[in-house]
């Protein structure tokens, strides 16, 4: 198994910028295809981003598309979310989450396909 940590979070301007990481232990972190979701107080948990083991492959919500980007470090144990022209819209908890099965467009975007899951770490956008 194995245990993540996000950090990277805080208080930013619409339209600006701010880049989350997510450090894993426990496990061969190149073994796991990663994910990024987010979660509004009182709302369902929402697909952000997914990149596989080698990072050849990646997708993305289509409200995030163009702005954000998802990259890994495997020799870091690192995964992380860059994101740009942030919106208000865009204020969450952030969470990361590691797949042991290989990755897929479809699979990747599940909730369910992921055994692991990080704290979270809050991204608020002011106006």
């Known amino acids: 198994q194995v245990q993540l940590v996000e950090s990277g979070g805080g208080l930013v301007q619409a339209g600006g910028s701010l880049r989350l990481s997510c450090a894993a232990s426990?496990?061969?972190?190149?073994?796991?295809?990663m994910g990024w979701f987010r979660q509004v107080l009182g709302k369902e948990r929402e697909f952000v981003a997914s990149?596989?083991?080698?990072?050849?492959?990646?997708k993305y919500t289509d409200s995030v598309k163009g702005r954000f980007t998802i990259s890994r470090d495997n020799a870091e144990n690192t995964i992380y979310l860059q994101m740009n022209s942030l919106k208000p819209e865009d204020t969450a908890v952030y969470y990361c989450?590691?797949?042991?099965?290989?990755?897929?467009?479809?699979?990747?975007?599940?909730?369910?396909?992921?055994?692991?899951w990080g704290q979270g770490t809050q991204v608020t956008v002011s106006l």
């Open positions: 989450a590691a797949d042991a099965a290989p990755w897929t467009y479809s699979g990747s975007q599940r909730e369910s396909s992921y055994d692991s």
């Open positions: 990149i596989s083991r080698n990072g050849g492959f990646a």
């Open positions: 426990g496990s061969t972190f190149s073994m796991y295809s």
